[in-house]
Nanobody, 131 residues
Framework: QVHVVESGGGEVQAGGSLTLSCTAS????????MGWFRQAPGKEREGVAA???????SYLDSVKGRFTISRDYAKSTLYLQMNSLKPEDTAMYYC?????????????????????????WGQGTQVTVSS
């Protein structure tokens, strides 16, 4: 059974940085689509960043230039580097992965609109940004 585990969340002041990590046991780390989505109370789910098997990336417009997604095959870990954090970034952040072949843009869109197409995601890690 695959266990996806996110870590690295916390509370920071606006302008600060956090790095989220995601590991997935028993999951071949060349899963074609991987990414991060977030959910805040009372708000719709948003795909934040995605990376495909070629290493291409895609981002939510509001985080472009501030967030960077990457993955380390040697460590079987997916990362989300978040800089210049804003209070509106406050949410629970989840890592998602699937073997379905998708471009990064498709992977990001699917996280927002059809999360059920992803077979694996974790329990999330809370990010809180104070003003």
């Amino acid at each position: 059974q695959v266990h996806v585990v996110e870590s690295g969340g916390g509370e920071v002041q606006a302008g600060g940085s956090l790095t989220l990590s995601c590991t997935a046991s028993e999951l071949t780390f060349d899963a074609n689509a991987m990414g991060w989505f977030r959910q805040a109370p009372g708000k719709e789910r948003e795909g934040v960043a995605a990376i495909d098997s070629d290493g291409s990336t895609s981002y939510l417009d509001s985080v472009k230039g501030r967030f960077t997604i990457s993955r380390d095959y040697a460590k079987s870990t997916l990362y989300l580097q978040m800089n210049s954090l804003k209070p509106e970034d406050t949410a629970m952040y989840y890592c998602a992965a699937d073997y379905e072949s998708m471009t990064a843009d498709q992977a990001l869109d699917v996280m927002t609109r059809q999360l059920g197409r992803y077979n694996y995601w974790g329990q999330g890690t809370q990010v809180t940004v104070s003003s």
